[in-house]
């Protein structure tokens, strides 16, 4: 059974940063991130095609946070810039039933467990 494994969460003051990664078995699939903050809904924030070549952000993080991947470590990295308090949230990684971006939750197929990312104020 496929699982995907998360580390790197933590606390960290506004405008700082942090990285979170995910080691995940399997190829051709695409990869991404999701977040759930307290009383919201679970929300899209960033994706990565196997190739590495192609990526997409949600509005809100972009310009601020990068995914990439490294395939022959089969892990997924999600670089946090710039954080504000209101990226506070369990980041979910998240890999795709197939080849396409996981950009909403009916396209993934398995969910890591999360970590937990806190921004002070």
């Known amino acids: 059974q496929v699982q995907l494994v998360e580390s790197g969460g933590g606390l960290v003051q506004a405008g700082g940063s942090l990285r979170v990664s995910c080691v995940a078995s399997?190829?051709?699939?695409?990869m991404g991130w999701f977040r759930q903050a307290p009383m919201k809904e679970r929300e899209f924030v960033a994706a990565?095609?196997?190739?590495?070549?192609?990526?997409l952000y949600a509005d809100s993080v972009k310009g601020r946070f990068t995914i990439s991947r490294d395939n022959a470590k089969n892990t997924v990295y999600l670089q946090m810039n710039s954080l504000k308090p209101e990226d506070t949230a369990v980041y979910y990684c998240?890999?795709?039933?197939?080849?396409?971006?996981?950009?909403?939750?009916?396209?993934?197929?398995?969910w890591g467990q999360g970590t937990q990312v806190t921004v002070s104020s």
């Open positions: 998240v890999r795709s039933a197939d080849f396409r971006l996981p950009t909403v939750i009916g396209r993934v197929d398995i």
């Open positions: 399997g190829r051709g699939y695409g």
């Open positions: 990565i095609k196997w190739s590495g070549d192609y990526t």
